[in-house]
């Protein structure tokens, strides 16, 4: 693959392999299903749903237990997770490469993006805002380390691979036909269903 940023190539690579390994678990797959449970209340009925930066499908996992009829796609970067994700929704559904170079092919009614913008170069942010708008017909879901003002932090031992600013302020202010429809807290010391400290909003199309 040829490569935009820094970014997209420490995912694809080892870093990317190891933390196939670190997220996957009973637990985890509890505490999503609690999260979208929440974070899509005020969705309505799920039909279909496009994560970009889909790992091995953990997100989607759950997303087709509360929404068993529920088509789902994914965007993943790294091939091993990649390969995953096709043994679980079908290769046709994946699209193994950068989120910067996936097409939107068809609308779907949520596209969703869960802690992986904090992990995008700032400077190509406006572009996965932009296929975010462009694959929802209705609802866009984002979930990430919230930050009032953009600010960088070491990622296990590495520098310039965590962000954190207000995503979702910026998306809305890009898109003026979009409005919040609702938001949350994920804690990591919830005691039934933690999760990585993620501010989730619910964004709708006009």
């Given amino acids: 693959m040829n490569f935009k940023t820094e970014q997209e190539k420490f995912w694809s690579e080892g870093f990317g392999d190891d933390y196939i390994g670190r997220n996957q678990s009973d637990q985890l797959l509890a505490s999503n299903l609690n999260f979208f449970s929440l974070a899509l209340k005020k969705a309505g009925k799920v039909n279909s749903c496009k994560e970009f930066g889909a790992n091995i499908g953990m ?21 091993k997770a990649a390969g995953e994700l096709k043994n679980n929704i079908g290769s046709e559904n994946v699209f193994n490469g950068s989120i910067f170079d996936a097409p939107n092919d068809t609308l779907v009614d949520v596209a969703l993006i869960k802690g992986v913008l904090i992990h995008i170069n700032p400077d190509m942010l406006p572009v ?63 005691p039934a269903f933690p999760q990585d400290d993620i501010t989730w909003f619910l964004i709708e199309k006009k």
Wanted: glycine share 4%.
């Fill in 59 to 79: 997100n989607l996992k759950a997303l087709k237990l509360l929404y068993p009829g529920i088509n789902l796609q994914a965007v993943e970067i790294n091939e």
């Fill in 128 to 190: 996965v805002y932009q296929k975010l708008y462009e694959a929802s017909s209705k609802y866009i879901l984002i979930a990430e380390y919230y930050n009032p003002s953009p600010v960088a932090i070491p990622y296990r031992g590495h520098n310039d691979r965590l962000f954190k600013r207000d995503f979702a302020g910026e998306f809305l202010e890009k898109f003026t036909d979009t409005v919040l429809v609702d938001y949350g807290f994920a804690y990591k010391r919830d």
